[in-house]
């Protein structure tokens, strides 16, 4: 089974509150968002969005140039009869992040809540770098939250890679410079906890 079709598969068979890394309310990512860009007309992308509320807060707080990219076209479809008409504003994109066509040097914001602790190939991950580098403006923001040291070794079936602040940010390079990071223990849906590390990097020249 290739990447696309097991994420299929996922939102296929479970409801958006049954996966280990489903939040209400993704407090900790808007929070970083709205410290880091203050412009509601900024460009935001949330890679991995799937059915994540993140969206929808982002709408209700005012930001009106958002584009969520998910690998799975039943989680965005999930997400589009959420928001019901809210859908019409948002830019939905189903692609993988590492082949996906982005736009040059156009977002302002790139988020990314665990999709980067997927990648398990050196090659997977310098793709990754290569997509963020290319589309976010120089002087953009780039918010990527992992798995941290004591997170889960394997997640929907499938290995993940664990990071501190250090090593998660040396996959990314001096071009991007560390301005936050911090854990976070998510409860899951299941009464169980994962460790997830938030780091923050602005892009520069």
Not at 12 to 33: G, R, T
Not at 86 to 94: D, P
Not at 100 to 106: R, T
Not at 163 to 181: I, M, N, W
């Amino acid at each position: 089974m290739d990447e696309k079709q097991h994420w299929e598969s996922v939102y296929e068979s479970k409801n958006a509150d049954a996966v280990s890394w489903y939040q209400p309310h993704l407090v900790k990512s808007l929070q970083l968002i709205q410290n880091a860009e203050t412009n509601r007309e900024a460009q935001i992308i949330d890679v991995g969005g799937g059915e994540s509320s993140l969206v929808d807060d982002l709408i209700d707080d005012g930001y009106r140039n958002i584009c969520v990219l998910d690998i799975s076209e039943k989680a965005l479809d999930v997400c589009r009869i959420r928001l019901g008409e809210k859908a019409a504003k948002v830019n939905w994109l189903a692609a993988n992040i590492s082949s996906a066509e982005l736009p040059s040097k156009f977002f302002d914001v790139w988020h990314d809540r665990a999709v980067f602790h997927f990648l398990t190939s050196e090659e997977q991950r310098i793709n990754y770098v290569l997509q963020v580098s290319k589309a976010v403006k120089s002087g953009g923001h780039v918010i990527v939250a992992t798995f941290g040291p004591q997170g889960p070794e394997k997640c929907s079936g499938l290995t993940t890679m664990r990071y501190d602040a250090d090593s998660l940010h040396d996959q990314f390079g001096t071009r991007f410079r560390l301005v936050e990071s911090a854990t976070e223990l998510h409860v899951t849906p299941f009464g169980t906890t994962q460790q997830f590390l938030y780091c923050y990097c602005k892009l520069e020249n």
